[in-house]
T-cell receptor, first 114, second 112 residues
Framework: DSGVTQTPKHLITATGQRVTLRCSPR?????VYWYQQSLDQGLQFLIQ???????AKGNILERFSAQQFPDLHSELNLSSLELGDSALYFC?????????????FGPGTRLTVL | AQSVSQHNHHVILSEAASLELGCNYS??????LFWYVQYPGQHLQLLLK??????LVKGIKGFEAEFIKSKFSFNLRKPSVQWSDTAEYFC??????????FGDGTTLTVKP
């Protein structure tokens, strides 16, 4: 158990819908990262937050947005869903923002868009 | 833009065979390098990381990796694999810009 929790574990929805994925970091960690893992694209970095502020952005679509709340949990919002958004979405946390910080990963949320 | 390339998508070995998984990255600045492992049904977890100093890094479960700066490589090795090493292995690069870049992963299957 990494100490990072993600809900829900599974999510099935239809095209055009909007969903929210939730992540709680390890106790004491201030950074939260979001990743998308699909079969044909590996693990793609989406976005990083540190203590409530966006710190780094990766290949995140405009239809996707995220935020980190004062209690440090984070939510990833996916809207106007398409079939190609079906993937495993991972959240990770780390102590800070140093490039040497280890990331601790949650179990992931499997999103299926029908 | 930084990128990470893992040369092998799927490796199949017999128990006691030696393992080497290739990882090359492209980035001109200072980096930290990681290998993460994902066992079946489990979350990703850190295997080892290079921070600075000795380029030969030892991790958990007998794994090691060597950082060769001139070759932009960080290959993972294990002298003798076990069935329990069956997993997916990811090489990752972190830079000062805050972005984490992962390779596509290598699936290792160890036959008993």
């Amino acid at each position: 158990d990494s100490g990072v929790t993600q809900t829900p574990k599974h999510l099935i929805t239809a095209t055009g819908q909007r969903v929210t994925l939730r992540c709680s970091p390890r106790s004491g960690d201030l950074s939260v990262y979001w990743y998308q893992q699909s079969l044909d694209q590996g693990l793609q970095f989406l976005i990083q937050y540190y203590n409530g502020e966006e710190r780094a952005k990766g290949n995140i679509l405009e239809r996707f947005s995220a935020q980190q709340f004062p209690d440090l949990h984070s939510e990833l919002n996916l809207s106007s869903l398409e079939l190609g958004d079906s993937a495993l979405y991972f959240c990770a946390s780390s102590v800070g923002t140093h490039r040497g910080d280890e990331q601790f990963f949650g179990p992931g949320t499997r999103l299926t868009v029908l | 833009a930084q990128s990470v390339s893992q040369h092998n998508h799927h490796v199949i070995l017999s128990e006691a065979a030696s393992l080497e998984l290739g990882c090359n990255y492209s980035y001109g600045g200072t980096v930290n390098l990681f290998w993460y492992v994902q066992y079946p049904g489990q979350h990703l977890q850190l295997l080892l990381k290079y921070f600075s100093g000795d380029p030969l890094v030892k991790g958990i479960k007998g794994f090691e990796a060597e950082f060769i700066k001139s070759k932009f490589s960080f290959n993972l090795r294990k002298p003798s694999v076990q069935w329990s090493d069956t997993a997916e292995y990811f090489c990752a690069v972190n830079t000062n810009a805050g972005k984490s870049t992962f390779g596509d992963g290598t699936t290792l299957t160890v036959k008993p």
